[in-house]
């Protein structure tokens, strides 16, 4: 069935956390394996599936002690002991109690597609991207999935920041920073792709090519997926 991301909780709107990761459920079809990340720690387990019925094992987690947190993960994993049906609609995961209520919601997880590459930059901005004449290499991004850290280079400094995903491509940088390295033969300047980054809201992804928008739908970036 996949991974996916938590929407919704007793009817709250959930969105990623102020670390950029996401609150998730792995539901391998495989071995009935069922795991994800509940906030602060990882969990896993087993779920049963017979026709709409679903109930899921106690969840084992991790050990972490996360503070300051803005979600209470307790409230997530308490849920799990309370599923015995789900439905999918419109693409989305719902979990239902035994009063067929809707205890959460999920969106499906998509970013497999664009997560762990190495994009490399190709227009920007509307114009092709050529590489400067004493430019090191070129320009490119990777998202982590592990830690939901983005990392690259701009043209003459590298950079690093957070990322999050959420449903309908949606995507968002933050807390980005570079190095300050000065290239006075360079003409490619780091804050046109930073300024990319910042602006980006959703993106698009077709035959590995990654395409960022802005929140008015104008095109900002487009990357080709090297695969070394």
Known sequence: MGTWNLATLNGKTISALEHG???NLTLSEENNHASGFAGCN????SYTLDGSNLEFSPMATTRKACRNQDFNEQDFLSIFSEVTSYK??????RL???EKQVIATFNKD???NIVNKHWKLKTLNGKTVKMSENQQKERFFT???ENHKVAGFAG???????????????????????????????DVRDSD????????????????????????????????????
């Open 21 to 23: 990761r996401v609150i």
């Open 193 to 228: 792709l930073l300024s990319a980054l910042h602006n980006a809201t959703h993106y698009e992804y077709h035959n590995d090519s990654l395409t960022l928008f802005d929140s008015e739908g104008t095109p900002l970036a487009t990357f080709e997926a090297i695969y070394f």
């Open 156 to 186: 003459c400094n590298t950079f690093m920041g957070s990322y999050s995903l959420d449903a309908n491509n949606q995507i968002d940088f933050s807390q980005m920073a570079a190095t300050l390295k000065a290239c006075p033969d360079s």
């Open 88 to 93: 999918i609609k419109d693409g989305q995961l």
């Open 110 to 112: 998509n970013s497999a």
């Open 96 to 98: 239902l109690n035994t």
């Open 143 to 145: 998202l982590k999935k």
């Open 42 to 45: 990882n969990f896993m387990g």
